[in-house]
């Protein structure tokens, strides 16, 4: 799955994504985890020290935390589908009868 950020991303679009994708852990959700991810990233290059958006400030340094706290949880939380993950599932068959 790519990204539906890039570098031609309007900060409006950036800004969305990372409220949209907030969720993440609530939801349960690894594609939106992601996705909080990337947007902590290009808003952390792209801002200044701090800024203030809707009368709320945000700095790069909590921006980093959240993306931070992100990779934690992606970590806590591998995918299903084996992509990525280094989790295996062993069968015992040890009291299995024919």
């Given at each position: 799955?790519?990204?539906?950020?890039?570098?031609?991303?309007?900060?409006?679009?950036?800004?969305?994504?990372?409220?949209?994708?907030?969720?993440?852990?609530?939801?349960?959700?690894?594609?939106?985890?992601?996705?909080?991810?990337?947007?902590?990233?290009?808003?952390?290059?792209?801002?200044?020290?701090?800024?203030?958006?809707?009368?709320?400030?945000?700095?790069?340094?909590?921006?980093?935390?959240?993306?931070?706290?992100?990779?934690?949880?992606?970590?806590?939380?591998?995918?299903?589908?084996?992509?990525?993950?280094?989790?295996y599932r062993y069968a015992d068959l040890s009291d299995y009868r024919s």
């Amino acid at each position: 799955m790519a990204s539906t950020l890039t570098g031609t991303s309007t900060d409006a679009q950036v800004w969305d994504a990372y409220d949209d994708a907030a969720s993440y852990e609530e939801d349960s959700d690894r594609g939106k985890a992601l996705a909080f991810l990337t947007a902590c990233r290009i808003l952390s290059r792209r801002l200044p020290l701090s800024a203030s958006r809707s009368g709320q400030s945000i700095s790069r340094e909590s921006l980093q935390e959240e993306a931070r706290r992100a990779q934690v949880w992606l970590a806590a939380n591998p995918g299903t589908t084996g992509a990525g993950s280094t989790r295996y599932r062993y069968a015992d068959l040890s009291d299995y009868r024919s």
